[in-house]
């Protein structure tokens, strides 16, 4: 998959570059920052994108020349879209695609800005996209499918994997959703290409499996007393057990955009309530109570 945009007509492109920054708010300039540091890497030609965050995790983001734009990142779906605005995922993908043809600058901090041109966009490098989708099944439960593919960088053979990765996706989604038994569709495997991973079907049903991520919600931003002074820390439900998850506001701020979620430190304060689903992968502390070793995105439908 390339990164160079397709050309569109300089005008519509600025004015679609202008109303998509105005709904980025303060996410643009990230955006901007960590295009530059490679923490988002932007793959695809307009309007559709992949988008992957420096974890590896990679979303779908579609715009359209009329300013707008959706992603399947949880913190699109979940916050930004309800309020109007947009993800730093969908502000990478427009100064990839707009930035270059329209001259625009784009805003790094309150005193300057930077000019988002074809130096400024992530460079193409190798990586892994995933594109995943949830299956209803005959409304009795529901079957996450995920493909995974290796971008080469070889255009032609990348836009005949992304190609074929959607076809498969919805050959597997409809198989799933056909065939809602876990033990079959975990057995569920075909190649992409013979430069892609094979596309894994999970089952709800075997996320109670040691290791597996189970589902859960982020339901607050807290603080207590401890030997420390006053500790900030995540509640987590899962599966109807608080989980309390304690660390500095950069550590809180990392452990929600392994969810999925884009809430700098700066914003994290005691008494914000979130209720952000998500998945985890659990185990067990030295005194008995659970504990959270990682946090990961939900699935996108």
Not at 32 to 49: H, I, Q, S, W, Y
Not at 135 to 160: F, H, I, P, S
Not at 251 to 267: H, K, V
Request: proline share 6%; net charge neutral; glycine share 6%.
């Amino acid at each position: 998959m390339s990164v160079a945009a397709q050309a569109v007509d300089p005008q519509p492109a600025s004015l679609a570059l202008t109303l998509l920054q105005s709904k980025a708010g303060n996410r643009w300039a990230r955006a901007v920052e960590e295009m530059k540091t490679n923490r988002l890497r932007v793959a695809g030609d307009f309007p559709e994108f992949i988008v992957t965050n420096k974890s590896g995790t990679a979303y779908k983001v579609k715009l359209d020349p009329h300013g707008n734009g959706s992603c399947t990142c949880p913190d699109f779906q979940v916050r930004m879209a309800q309020e109007g605005r947009i993800c730093k995922h969908i502000a990478a993908a427009a100064i990839t695609a707009l930035a270059p043809q329209s001259k625009a600058s784009s805003p790094a901090n309150g005193n300057g800005s930077v000019r988002a041109s074809e130096s400024s966009t992530a460079e193409a490098s190798p990586l892994i996209f995933r594109i995943r989708r949830t299956v209803q099944t005959d409304g009795k439960g529901a079957v996450q499918v995920e493909v995974q593919a290796r971008v080469t960088n070889d255009e032609a053979q990348d836009q005949e994997t992304a190609s074929y990765a959607y076809e498969l996706l919805e050959r597997l989604a409809s198989l799933a959703g056909k065939n809602p038994a876990p033990s079959e569709n975990n057995d569920a495997r075909e190649a992409v290409s013979p430069s892609a991973a094979k596309p894994p079907i999970k089952s709800r049903a075997s996320s109670a499996k040691e290791g597996s991520p189970v589902h859960a919600v982020i339901t607050k931003i807290d603080c207590m007393k401890t030997r420390q002074g006053e500790s900030l820390f995540l509640k987590v439900d899962v599966g109807g057990e608080t989980v309390r998850v304690f660390g500095r506001p950069e550590e809180l701020a990392e452990r929600l955009e392994a969810s999925g979620y884009d809430i700098p430190a700066s914003e994290i304060e005691a008494g914000m309530e979130l209720h952000l689903p998500c998945l985890v992968k659990v185990g067990q502390g030295n005194n008995g109570y659970k504990t959270i070793e990682e946090f990961l995105p939900e699935a996108a439908e």
